[in-house]
């Protein structure tokens, strides 16, 4: 067992469940907090009724204050072009509705499935491509988990399951580990793969009892978490990051390329050494899934394929990201 004492970094004031149940959802709190014009608070407040406002106070303490350019603060503030309507971006860019076989499990690539197991998250990205997800209706969720399980169970091929939402962390260590406890029971599942973001907006969420769960199983646990900006890598992430792969956890990222975020050789070079630094290696670099409300960040892709070829030109192999772009309907990611 993982003694409480080895994670003394991870006593917050707050809980992992406080911190995310008291993340800030008005723009008013948000722009007052970091010191932005109030100017913009009417249009914050429109796009927010389309995509609602969550940003938790761990994340926001990484915002600096005062500038409206912070590739952080960027990622959450709801603008009012979202609401403009850009041809050819769309509310299921990704295809996932055509890929559901049950109420939240997608199917898209050969020996492997995508359980929707919640559809809350932590933080509101405004690039989100689930930001118009049916959630209510295409949730795996607890009344549901017996019949993605059956369906994962009636079927050999499928080697690895992947737990995404949402956020898959959003659950509690129980509700985790009675999902993960029935995936141990279904032979022919060896893998478990988790994409979340949680660790880097609420790195508290790494608990002693998350780690002792996915430390004890015969699955090879691997978890995908999404940082798009070395700024979002702090101690208080790297110490729970440590702990995840101390406890035998594999750990990838997976980045979304970001109009004015993320779009120049300088940070994507410190992303990827801030990540291997504390044993995260870089996997994918997306290039924007074309969801309505998010034209904004789109970098197009030539810009893309430059960016990516001097990234290369900077890094050891093992540190460069696969530039990919999914396409509904393929039987992998498309390599740009």
């Not at 603060?73 to 890929?99: N, Y």
């Not at 893998?191 to 949680?198: D, E, F, P, S, Y």
Request: glycine share 4%; charged share 15%.
């Amino acid at each position: 067992m993982i003694s409480e004492t080895v994670l003394s970094w991870q006593r917050p004031l707050q809980s992992w469940q406080q911190l995310q149940a008291s993340a800030i959802r008005d723009p008013a709190i948000l722009l007052a907090r970091l010191q932005l014009p109030m100017e913009w608070l009417p249009a914050a407040r429109l796009a927010a009724e389309q995509f609602a406002l969550r940003v938790p106070e761990p994340f926001l303490a990484r915002i600096q204050p005062g500038d409206p350019n912070d590739p952080l603060l960027r990622q959450v503030l709801p603008l009012a072009i979202e609401m403009e309507q850009i041809p050819g971006f769309v509310a299921d860019p990704v295809g996932d509705q055509a890929a559901m076989v049950e109420p939240g499990i997608l199917q898209k690539y050969a020996g492997r499935v995508l359980l929707v197991a919640t559809g809350a998250c932590a933080v509101h990205c405004r690039y989100c491509f689930r930001r118009h997800f049916p959630y209510t209706q295409a949730n795996a969720s607890t009344a549901h988990w017996q019949t993605a399980l059956t369906v994962i169970a009636a079927d050999s091929s499928i080697k690895e399951v992947i737990l995404s939402g949402g956020d898959p962390l959003s659950l509690s260590d129980d509700r985790l580990n009675e999902l993960i406890q029935a995936l141990l029971a279904i032979p022919h599942v060896q893998r478990l793969r988790l994409h979340t973001r949680l660790p880097v907006v609420i790195p508290q969420r790494i608990t002693p009892a998350l780690l002792n769960m996915l430390s004890h199983t015969r699955l090879q646990t691997i978890m995908v978490i999404h940082a798009n900006h070395p700024n979002e890598i702090d101690a208080t992430l790297r110490s729970a990051l440590t702990s995840l792969r101390h406890s035998g956890v594999t750990l990838l990222n997976q980045s979304v390329l970001l109009r004015g975020i993320n779009d120049d050789v300088a940070t994507l070079v410190s992303l990827s050494e801030a990540l291997f630094a504390c044993g995260v290696l870089p996997y994918y670099l997306h290039q924007l899934d074309k969801v309505q409300g998010a034209a904004h960040f789109e970098v197009d892709a030539d810009t893309a394929r430059t960016l990516h070829a001097a990234v290369r030109d900077c890094l050891p192999g093992y540190l460069v990201p696969r530039l990919v772009k999914e396409i509904p309907g393929m039987a992998a990611k498309l390599p740009l």
